[in-house]
């Protein structure tokens, strides 16, 4: 059982093609699983990424966690954040897509299914 609670904000990404959003996810998911990633097993606050990706003729927003922009500005610097929104503000629609610890690293492929409504 973790010690830490759910993150309460989120930083939203904006991505205007499917495409480019799947190769960012793909690629933040095989970053938290290398050794440059900084996992070292310390007790870290929830790493979490959320999606809302209606089709994929439209753009897909991202929303990481605290933890999950640190990743990614550690892997991708700069990473372009539009706003910051609360949990609460998460659209209806938005699925978990990235869990630190649990989500396994993909290929682009993978995280385009992903991101794909179901």
């Known amino acids: 059982m973790p010690t830490h609670s759910r993150p309460r904000e989120f930083h939203v990404m904006?991505?205007?093609?499917?495409?480019e959003a799947a190769a960012f996810v793909a690629a933040l998911s095989r970053f938290l699983h290398s050794p440059k990633s900084g996992g070292s097993g310390a007790r870290q606050p929830p790493l979490e990424v959320?999606?809302?990706?209606?089709?994929?003729?439209?753009g897909v927003l991202l929303f990481l966690s605290d933890t999950a922009l640190v990743a990614a500005k550690s892997a991708?610097?700069?990473?372009?954040?539009?706003?910051t929104i609360k949990r609460e503000a998460l659209p209806d629609e938005s699925f978990l897509i990235i869990e630190g610890g649990v989500t396994p690293p993909w290929g682009k492929a993978e995280a385009?299914?992903?991101?794909?409504?179901?």
């Open 14 to 19: 904006e991505f205007a093609h499917h495409d």
């Open 50 to 58: 959320w999606a809302r990706s209606p089709v994929a003729s439209e």
């Open 76 to 83: 991708f610097s700069p990473v372009t954040i539009a706003r």
């Open 112 to 118: 385009s299914a992903r991101l794909s409504p179901k």
